[in-house]
Each structure stands twice: as structure tokens, then as C-alpha cells.
């Protein structure tokens, strides 16, 4: 879209292109304490709880006369319900209240030349836009007085605190780590506050444990590719895995590359089950037939349990109702048997004699929306709102971009159908039984000893995000370009994105939640922009590991120990070979293979409706800047030489295979098969 007048910020108008009027606020603020916790008790320590619980009744006082002075006559004394933006931690975005719901920030945007006057700020700002100017005019009297100073104190006593904690780096010996990867889960978390229909209070206790990211990224917006980059530490852009065609894995991660393999070789008793690679879910199971694990990099893997009979339709609750909901049980689906499974396994934590490293892969909410009806019936189809979706939210994207949200047949149904709010309905749902399922294993780890508990790491992550129709277009095919790739694009009427595969908001966050004794505060939320790509080294680190020299990840333990620390990295998400976004605090920049480019600014255009990257002035000093974290020499999609084994692949005349340092093989084409040297890319 061209840029809006400043009455429509942003492009938000507040419709959902039905007429129904669907807003939300996605610049969550949260304030943290920003320091790890300790248990151990300090004269430090002593000296802050006297001056907290002084400061509060001080507070108490001061701030009713301060009210008193201040307050208008007449004024109601009724307190202001609290939002989002007006607590610290998990439980300040949980504060956001049904007002809030689908709300934008309401700012409208500012011309050319005054963004080219404003310097470079963060992406989500960290006041509330709807704090009351009443509010804001109550303080407490400006003169000196005790409690200034005892404020002064307390705060004094907070910085000798975290400088303390700075220089004692924490090192658990040898722990526990508990690797929680869920399938298809986008941030619709109730804790996250981005769609608060959805209620998910195991995901909220786990997030109310340590430290959740709330701008955190996968590696690749599809499974495969992302499940590869995350568990290898290898980018898609330096593997060339880059889709789930690209099938098995294997083909491009080298045995023994894996962070399993790195912990399973240290010590680490190394157990699975579920979905943890893609198409992992027959574990060792003819393991060497179906290639999708290395049976050398764990110790256990058993295959999940059979699906139920009759097995349900891949579209169930999508575009078309799951028949069998009311007949469907909890242990029907094969993710009740995983968590089961885990449970059993954490339960053993203490009866090993080394740590154990154990990878419970949930595949909900991945279609199909099988699940029972009572997680249905907690969110009634008529009570359902859906993501705002503008008609032409389409028409500033490069082609690159329309081609790659093309929707396939299933999701041109979606809306043929009717069937918005039920595809929505059943995301919700299967996002609800995952949260049960998380509640089981959670249970189990609680009820370890604390000994125990306190040197088990708990990271979980899902492996991409998840659209449910929020990009829109309404683009006659006569009048737009093809693609340059294969195909024309084809877009009847309206049209709106579901699934994955995409460079935009939605297919890229995922929940991000680290449990780690010593390390993290409880409650905590960090808005860092950070990838998936960090956990390898950050576990490696946080277990006492050297990490490997193919890892490239950026290691976020300085964030886990302060989530309010200074940080300059950058989150990376691919899309094929070429395609990447780059996300910072504030802003998301995509670039595709043919050099078409999108600009976002989140702190006015939460859902990527304006594309900016045209606007020149400041923006493009931003993409100048974002752009330098591109992957570069991107790795070319290779194509299987059917002259050879497995294990070779052609790109062209040049022949390849990966080699066990990262390094590649090449042939000459004309020697059938025979390789000549090694190099290096």
C-alpha cells in the first residue's frame, strides 16, 4: 500500500475486510528486573529486602497523598483496569484485558521528512500509548524527600546486585536438559498476549518459570529446513536444505554434526520421542531404511505410538470438520504417548548416574485439528474474532512475495467455504490440547527433587510460526506480473494466506521459553530480536561444552542472565535459496532471490501491512543497515545425480558431498562417481 493519510495508521483501519471490526495491540511492554535470581541468602540481599518493604509502606503512604494533592475534583476513585503495557514480566502481558483485543497502537504515521529528522528508535515501544493523561499527571511531589531516598537506595542496592551477578558466571555441573520442540505453534499463547481467546496455562506456568522471548525466530518458516538448522546449528543458506522436499535431512547435515550427537559424546544419556527432526516420528525404527535419524546419535528412540483407526483427515478442522471430535480421547493421539513417554523418562533423571539430555517433540497444533470436542467447545465459532485483513494487503508486495503466499487448494477452500472461524477454532484447539499435554510433563518435572530440579535446563521452542489468513489480496491476474519462477500467479478474487512458508510476521515468531537454574529470573520476558539458531551454542555454554566450530548461532546466555542487556544481534529466517528477513527490535527486512525487497516498522505496523522499502529517506539508511546481516554465498538447492548413490548431488556441472567437517567434495562429471579433492566453501 502507498503510504496511508495520518488518520490510518499504519494502514489500520480497524476492518477485517468482513465488515467486523477486529484490533489488536501487538506492541506488548513489559519491564524486568533485568538480573538472574540467587537463593542464597546475603547481607546484600538482607540490606534489599528491608529497603523493599520499607520503600512499600512508604510507597503506600506518599503515593495516597500524592493522589490526594493531585486529583481533580470529582474524580473517580476507581482503579484503572491493567493492560498489557502496565506490568512487569509474564504477568504484565498477561494483564491485557478483552478492550485490548485485535487493538493496534493507534499512532498515525509521520510524513517523509519528519522520519528522516527522527533517529533510530527501538521496535516496540516501551510505554503504553493508552495510558491515561490523567495518569500520567498523578506523581507523587517533586521536593526531596525520605522516600526519594530510600528509592535512591533500593536502586543502588539493585545495580550492586546485578554487577555482583555479572561477575560470578554460573556453571551447573553436567545438567539435565529437558529439549521441549512443539510443531506448527505460532505466539497465539495467552501469556504472549496476542490473541487473547487462546488460553493456554501450562505454557503461561512454563513462562512464568524463567524467561520468555517475545521477538524470537525460527531458522526457516518450514519444518524441515528449520528442524535442521535449529538441531545442527548449520543455516539453511550454508546446508542447502531449504524445503521439505529437500527430504531426508541427512542428505545435508553430516552425522555426528547434531546437538544431540555433541551431548550423547560428552556423557549425556540422549532419548527421544516424537517429532523432533522432520519426519522423525519413527525414531529408530528402520532407521537406517527411512535416514531421518542417526541411530549413533542417541541412545533411545522408540517409535510413537499408531495412529488411531480410523486416522483422521489431514484437513480435520481446517476445511472440513473433524467428524470423530466427540468419539476422539486424550490418549488417541500419538502426542499423549510422547508426553507419556518423557514423563517416564524424567522420572528416571535421578536414578542415572550422569545427566541426561531428552528431546519430547509435541506435533500439535500441526494439522490435522484432530483433537477432542471438549477442547473445541472452548471456543465457540460464534464467539470467535479473527486477524485484521485488509483487501489490499497485497498490493505493495513484490511478486517473489505474492508467489510465495500463494495459496495452495486447501486454503483457497478455507474462505470458499466459509470456514474462517473454524479453521481458527481448530487451531485454538489443538493449541490447547498441546498445553495439556506440556501440563503432564511439567508435572512430572515439579514433582523431581529439588536437587534435581535445580540442574535441569528446560528450552522450549516451536519450529516456525503459523498464518490463519492475515495476509489479504485482491489483485486482478490480468494485470500482474509472473513470478520469473515457474508458473504465473493466480489470485481469484480475495485471497488470504494460511500455514507457513512466508518471510512475514506470523511464519517466523515462535514462542521461546528457557527454564535455567542460577541463570534465569523467574517471570522474566526479554524483547531482544534472537533466532533459533541460538540454542545450540547457549546449552553448550550453559553445560560447560566447547562449542563446535560448524555452529553459528550467536550465544544468548547474556540475555538469559539480563534480558534488558545490551544486545546487537539480529534474528535470521530463510525461505529457499535467497530468500531471507532480517528482524530487529523494531523492524523486519525481507530481500528475495531477485533482489525485491519489504520494509516493516512494528512499532506503527504491527501486522506488515505498509510496505515501507520504497520509501527512501531514513529507510534506507535501515535496510543498509539490516541488510548486513543477509547470509551470504548462499548454499545452491542441489539436485540428486542419478548416475550415483545417495550421497551425491548435482548442482550443474559441479558434484558435491558434504563431508564430515562441513566441508564439501567435488568431482569431475565426467569420472562417473569419483571424487577428487576436498575444499572448503
Request: net charge negative; charged share 25%; with cysteine.
Amino acid at each position: 500500500m502507498n503510504p496511508p493519510p495520518a488518520e490510518q495508521a499504519a494502514g489500520l483501519d480497524g476492518s477485517n475486510g468482513n465488515g467486523i471490526e477486529v484490533t489488536i495491540d501487538k506492541n506488548v511492554s513489559t519491564g524486568t528486573d533485568g538480573g538472574g535470581s540467587n537463593s542464597n541468602s546475603s547481607p546484600l540481599c538482607d540490606r534489599r529486602i528491608i529497603i523493599a518493604v520499607v520503600s512499600l509502606v512508604v510507597v503506600g503512604i506518599a503515593g495516597g497523598i500524592a493522589v490526594a494533592l493531585t486529583k481533580p475534583s470529582g474524580t473517580s476513585n476507581t482503579a484503572r483496569p491493567a493492560t498489557a503495557a502496565s506490568g512487569g514480566g509474564v504477568m504484565g502481558i498477561m494483564g491485557a484485558t478483552d478492550d485490548d483485543f485485535w487493538q493496534s497502537d493507534g499512532m498515525a504515521d509521520e510524513s517523509l521528512e519528519e522520519l528522516q529528522q527522527q533517529p533510530y528508535p527501538t521496535r516496540r515501544p516501551s510505554s503504553s500509548p493508552h495510558q491515561s493523561d490523567a495518569a500520567a499527571e498523578a506523581k507523587p511531589p517533586t521536593k526531596q524527600s525520605v522516600l526519594d531516598f530510600l528509592f535512591q537506595l533500593n536502586s543502588e542496592a539493585n545495580e550492586e546486585a546485578q554487577q555482583q551477578q555479572q561477575t560470578q558466571k554460573i556453571t551447573l555441573d553436567n545438567p539435565n536438559i529437558l529439549f521441549l520442540p512443539v510443531d506448527d505453534l505460532n505466539t497465539w499463547l495467552s501469556y504472549t498476549g496476542k490473541n487473547p481467546q487462546s488460553k493456554t496455562p501450562n505454557f503461561d506456568r512454563l513462562a512464568a518459570m524463567g524467561l520468555a522471548f517475545t521477538n524470537a525466530h525460527a531458522a526457516s518458516t518450514i519444518c524441515n529446513p528449520s528442524r535442521a538448522a535449529t538441531w545442527s546449528g548449520i543455516r539453511p543458506s550454508t546446508s542447502g536444505c531449504y524445503d521439505n522436499k529437500d527430504e531426508p535431512w541427512t542428505r545435508f547435515i553430516a552425522e555426528g554434526l547434531n546437538l544431540n550427537a555433541h551431548f550423547k559424546d560428552n556423557g549425556w544419556y540422549a532419548a527421544a520421542r516424537g517429532k523432533t527432526y522432520h519426519s522423525s516420528k519413527s525414531g529408530l525404527h528402520k532407521a537406517d531404511e527411512k535416514k531421518t535419524v542417526y541411530p549413533s546419535e542417541w541412545h533411545e528412540y522408540p517409535k510413537s505410538e499408531k495412529k488411531p483407526d480410523p486416522v483422521p483427515n489431514h484437513l480435520a478442522g481446517f476445511t472440513q470438520p473433524f467428524e470423530n471430535a466427540r468419539n476422539y480421547k486424550d490418549d488417541h493421539d500419538p502426542d499423549w504417548h510422547t508426553a507419556s513417554y518423557c514423563i517416564d523418562q524424567i522420572r528416571k533423571f535421578e536414578e542415572r548416574d550422569g545427566p541426561t539430555f531428552l528431546a519430547c517433540g509435541l506435533i500439535k497444533p500441526h494439522l490435522p485439528f484432530a483433537v477432542p470436542q471438549k477442547y473445541y467447545d472452548m471456543y465457540p465459532t460464534w464467539e470467535i474474532e479473527l486477524p485484521p485483513s485488509p483487501e489490499d494487503d497485497l498490493d505493495d508486495v513484490p511478486t517473489m512475495g505474492w508467489d510465495m503466499a500463494r495459496p495452495d487448494k486447501e486454503d483457497k477452500n478455507v474462505t470458499r467455504l466459509g470456514r474462517r472461524r473454524d479453521a481458527v477454532q481448530g487451531y485454538l484447539a489443538s493449541i490447547r490440547y498441546a498445553d495439556m499435554n506440556l501440563g503432564r510433563i511439567l508435572d512430572a518435572y515439579e514433582a523431581l527433587p529439588q536437587s534435581e530440579r535445580d540442574n535441569t535446563i528446560v528450552a522450549l521452542f516451536s519450529d516456525h510460526g503459523f498464518h490463519l489468513g492475515e495476509k489479504n489480496g485482491n489483485q486482478d491476474p490480468l494485470h500482474f506480473p509472473t513470478s520469473g519462477l515457474c508458473h504465473p500467479l493466480i489470485h481469484l478474487g480475495e485471497k488470504r494466506h494460511y500455514k507457513k512458508g512466508t518471510l512475514w510476521e506470523e511464519a517466523s515468531e515462535v514462542p521461546f521459553i528457557w527454564v535455567v537454574p542460577g541463570v534465569t529470573s523467574p517471570g522474566s520476558v526479554c524483547r531482544r530480536a534472537v533466532d533459533l539458531m541460538s540454542i545450540y551454542p547457549t546449552l553448550c555454554d550453559l553445560a560447560g561444552l566447547d562449542v563446535p566450530s560448524h555452529v553459528e548461532g550467536a550465544n544468548i546466555r547474556r540475555l538469559l542472565e539480563n534480558p534488558d542487556a545490551t544486545w546487537d544481534g539480529k534474528a535470521v529466517s530463510t525461505m529457499g535459496y535467497e530468500n531471507h528477513a532480517v528482524i530487529d527490535e523494531r523492524y523486519r527486512y525481507i530481500r528475495y532471490q531477485d533482489g525485491s525487497e519489504e520494509l516493516y516498522d512494528h512499532s506503527k505496523d504491527p501486522y506488515e501491512h505498509t510496505n515501507r522499502a520504497d520509501w527512501g529517506g531514513r529507510y534506507n539508511t535501515i535496510k543498509e543497515e539490516l541488510s548486513a546481516w543477509l547470509p551470504k554465498n548462499g548454499m545452491r538447492k542441489w539436485e540428486k545425480d542419478q548416475t550415483c548413490t545417495d550421497s551425491y548431488y548435482a548442482d550443474n556441472d559441479a558434484f558435491v558431498k558434504r563431508c564430515e567437517d562441513g566441508s564439501f567434495v567435488g568431482r569431475d562429471p565426467s569420472d562417473s562417481c569419483n571424487f577428487v579433492d576436498c575444499h572448503e566453501r
